[in-house]
């Protein structure tokens, strides 16, 4: 770690040439950037590195919010109602998973602590982020992981299972015919909207879609099940392949 006095001279450096700055900022993405698409992951627009492995999307994504570039790593099951824009409820922060705030890299970073958070990074990638993938691309290994982390809680990647463990299986249950069980899972998430940082028209709403829910799941009708499915992948399939 850089001392304060450290910090605030590169700050200044920086400040006072612009340019390079630029410059360095622009050395450090293109290093990011080829330290994922290196393990097969395919950009997608500027920031974001995508890899598709059955029914899942994974994705690296990167922010720079201030004067560090922070790497996000998130999972999205292709199952799940289709998106119109990233989001990042399935996953967190690097730094976030390792507590570990090297994992980001400062604008001001030299190259020598650039290929350091390289280093690192594509071990996360090769050990733990590609095996990850490999242990929740169906529906029912997600199903079979969700159940372990609720059991046996993990400080590792799989916190990024935590957030979302309800809305993920209910899908992923109904995905299965598992109707029972993803009723089950649809009356957890809703649940959490008895919280106190939800307010009524969060609350309408997720009664309102637990109950078209639960009608589609209790109808036993496996085709529309499936044909709502299969249409909800080849949207979500366009929307991660897509360039931009």
């Not at 622009?26 to 974001?48: A, H, L, P, V, Y």
């Not at 691309?137 to 046996?152: G, P, V």
């Not at 529309?224 to 991660?240: H, P």
Request: glycine fraction near 2%; proline fraction near 3%; hydrophobic fraction near 35%.
């Amino acid at each position: 770690m850089l001392s304060l006095n450290e910090i605030t001279e590169r700050f200044l450096y920086y400040e006072n040439n612009r340019e390079i700055l630029l410059e360095n900022r622009e050395r450090i993405r293109k290093q990011i950037s080829k330290c994922i698409m290196e393990q097969g992951f395919k950009r997608k627009g500027r920031s974001t590195f995508v890899k598709i492995s059955e029914d899942i999307a994974a994705f690296f994504t990167v922010e720079h919010p201030s004067n560090s570039f922070y790497t996000w790593f998130c999972v999205f099951p292709l199952f799940m109602p289709p998106l119109d824009h990233l989001v990042l409820n399935y996953g967190d922060r690097l730094s976030s998973l390792f507590h570990d705030n090297d994992m980001n890299i400062s604008d001001y970073a030299n190259e020598a602590e650039t290929d350091l958070w390289y280093t690192r990074t594509t071990a996360f990638i090769r050990n733990e982020a590609l095996p990850f993938i490999e242990r929740v691309n169906t529906a029912e290994k997600m199903i079979r992981c969700l159940e372990a982390a609720e059991k046996h809680p993990r400080n590792d990647v799989y916190q990024i299972l935590r957030g979302m463990h309800y809305e993920i299986k209910q899908y992923a249950e109904l995905s299965l015919h598992h109707n029972d069980r993803a009723i089950e899972a649809a009356r957890q998430v809703l649940a959490k909207y008895d919280d106190p940082p939800y307010g009524e028209d969060a609350r309408v709403k997720a009664r309102a879609e637990y109950m078209e829910f639960y009608n589609l799941a209790a109808s036993g009708n496996n085709q529309a099940v499936d044909d709502m499915l299969n249409n909800w992948r080849e949207k979500n399939l366009e929307f991660f392949t897509k360039k931009k």
